[in-house]
């Protein structure tokens, strides 16, 4: 089901609950590859295959939109609804970070926050890849 090892999907599901807990306006967190296939979730929603395939079509548009402005690579996508907040960010070149909101959500802590544990998901994704992540130090 996961594309990453249960290691990995272990420790990105911890990052997911520390996230859950640091914001309590989320009412759910999941990672899931830029392809749409989900990593691990923190969520009572049972539709985590279909948020995490929408995020994927989300994101080539988001991607598209940010090329094409000249604004460089994507990092986040912030969508707010009647009912609260749907939002995104990159997490590496391989993963996103998708969360779901309440509508009394602070969009200033949510950016702090989300923006610290999609940097924690990439590093565990390029050490399961064992790739070196952009803050690695050389040697």
Avoid: C, K
Avoid at 6 to 34: D, H, K, N, Y
Avoid at 90 to 95: S, Y
């Amino acid at each position: 089901m996961s594309a990453v090892p249960a290691e990995a999907e272990t420790e990105i599901l911890a990052e997911l609950r520390r996230l859950r807990a640091r914001v309590p306006q989320l009412t759910g967190a999941l990672a899931a590859s830029s392809d749409g296939l989900v990593l691990a979730q923190d969520s009572a929603a049972t539709e985590s295959e279909s948020v995490a395939a929408l995020t994927a079509a989300a994101l080539a548009v988001a991607q598209r939109l940010s090329d094409s402005t000249g604004q460089g690579a994507f990092r986040e996508l912030l969508v707010r609804g009647e009912h609260g907040y749907v939002a995104t960010y990159a997490a590496g070149d391989a993963a996103v970070l998708t969360l779901i909101a309440e509508p009394r959500l602070n969009v200033g802590r949510l950016h702090l926050e989300a923006r610290r544990s999609s940097l924690r998901i990439a590093e565990l994704i390029d050490h399961t890849l064992g790739r070196r992540g952009p803050e690695a130090p050389p040697g």
